[in-house]
Structure formats: structure tokens, C-alpha cells
């Protein structure tokens, strides 16, 4: 089965501090790829970053970077710099390459910044 | 460029009527489309999704139905609501890889639709 865990339901950082974001999947293929979408207060999902499981390198886009380790099955997302618009709900989601196409998310964190 | 519409936005239907939402996708041709649904502070669920017309996958057994008449047409229904079937529904696209090989974008979601059964 895929999975995806998001352990922390809420998280808070000062504003321009850094704050990590953890979230663990499971899945048995070697063709997935990873998201992290924001879902501010209007409820619209935007896609913060994505990483191909079979490239080594940790994406990054701006302030927004990930820690990818795949042997543990571990996909944090890393916000530097924070600022107040980026209080929001942030999922962790897996998509499993091949026939399936299922879009698989966690259940979420909840990242109030302070000012 | 590629835009996805999902109306209507809000929705209050009384228990035990139908319902209908609908998402279309302008732009591309043979997208996977999605239907997920997110209660009050939890996480997105995924309902339906769909490779190609009339092919529906079902997530999860529930008092919900999806269909695709049309490539870029996904409509979510239901005989009679419950009470339980209030939430915040969201279609989404993407390009179905099968077809663009060795390319992959992310899934776009629409505005969503708040769904309060009473």
C-alpha cells in the first residue's frame, strides 16, 4: 500500500527563522515522486516543490528546500527565511509512477508564523 | 494553457438529496483527473480518480459515484447525501504520463467546492 505520514499537526516558527517540516512515506515501487503542496486560507492547493525519487540531489525552489533519504523513507520540507504568508496547511504527497496514477497525500501540517 | 473549473463553489443541500460537481479541464487532452474531499482540519482523501473516459477508479466505498462522459469532464454524485458526506471537495488534473514519456508535472487542483449537508 502507499502511505504517507505527516507526524506534526501543527508547527510554529518566527518570522525569518527556518522551520522543518517532517513527513515519512512507504511505498514498494522505484518510480514515485514526492510533493509538498500549501494550502492557504483560501483552501487553493499550490505546489511548493517536487522531488524524483531517482534523482540524489534534494531539490530546491527559493527559501523552500527538502531532505530527501530515501533508504529511510523520509521527505522533510525546510522553509528558510519564513515569512507571514507562508502560514498555511502543508501537505506531504506521493505519486507512484505507472498504471495506478494515484495521488496519495498526508493528513497534513498546520504552520502558523509569527510575526 | 492549461485551467481546470470546478463549480459551484459553495453548496447546502438538505439530506437525502442528489448532488452533482462538476470539474472540466481546458488546455490538454487526456488528463487523470481526481476527486478528493478534505473534513474540517484533516487531511485530502482521495475518492475517484480516472485514466481515460468512462475508466473510474473508486478509493473508497461510500455513498458517492464519479463519471467521465467526456476526456475533460469529471462529474462527482450522489443519490441522497448524508450528513456525513458535508466537506470540501477538490478536482485535480495531470498529464497522464503514459503519454508524455519521461515528463511528469505535478497535479493542478481547482477552487474547490464546500459541500454542507443539513
Known amino acids: 500500500a502507499q502511505t504517507v505520514t505527516q507526524s506534526q499537526p501543527e508547527m510554529s516558527v518566527q518570522e525569518a527563522e527556518t522551520v522543518t517540516l517532517s513527513c515519512t512515506y512507504d511505498?514498494?515501487?522505484?518510480?514515485?515522486?514526492l510533493f509538498w503542496y500549501k494550502q492557504p486560507p483560501s483552501r487553493q492547493m499550490i505546489l511548493v516543490i517536487r522531488?524524483?525519487?531517482?534523482?540524489?540531489q534534494n531539490a530546491t525552489e527559493n527559501r523552500f528546500s527538502v531532505n530527501f533519504q530515501k533508504a529511510a523513507k523520509s521527505f522533510s520540507l525546510k522553509i528558510s527565511d519564513s515569512q507571514l504568508g507562508d502560514a498555511a496547511m502543508y501537505f506531504c504527497?506521493?505519486?507512484?509512477?505507472?498504471?495506478?496514477?494515484?495521488?496519495?497525500f498526508g493528513t497534513g501540517t498546520l504552520l502558523a508564523v509569527q510575526p | 494553457s492549461q485551467t481546470i473549473h470546478q463549480w459551484p463553489a459553495t453548496l447546502v443541500q438538505p439530506v437525502g438529496s442528489p448532488l452533482s460537481l462538476e470539474c472540466t479541464v481546458e488546455?490538454?487532452?487526456?488528463?487523470?483527473l481526481y476527486w478528493y474531499r478534505q473534513a474540517a482540519g484533516r487531511g485530502l482523501q482521495l475518492l475517484f480518480y480516472s485514466i481515460g473516459i468512462d475508466q473510474i477508479s473508486s478509493e473508497v466505498p461510500q455513498n458517492l459515484s464519479a463519471s467521465r462522459p467526456q476526456d475533460r469532464q469529471f462529474i462527482l454524485s450522489s443519490k441522497k447525501l448524508l450528513l456525513s458526506d458535508s466537506g470540501f471537495y477538490l478536482c485535480?488534473?495531470?498529464?497522464?504520463?503514459?503519454?508524455?514519456?519521461?515528463?511528469?508535472?505535478?497535479?493542478?487542483f481547482g477552487q474547490g467546492t464546500r459541500l454542507t449537508v443539513v
Open positions: 522531488q524524483e525519487a531517482y534523482k540524489q
Open positions: 504527497a506521493s505519486w507512484r509512477g505507472g498504471a495506478t496514477n494515484k495521488l496519495i
Open positions: 511505498t514498494s515501487e522505484s518510480d514515485y515522486y
Open positions: 485535480a488534473w495531470r498529464i497522464n504520463r503514459d503519454r508524455v514519456w519521461g515528463r511528469f508535472t505535478e497535479a493542478f
Open positions: 488546455g490538454t487532452s487526456n488528463p487523470n
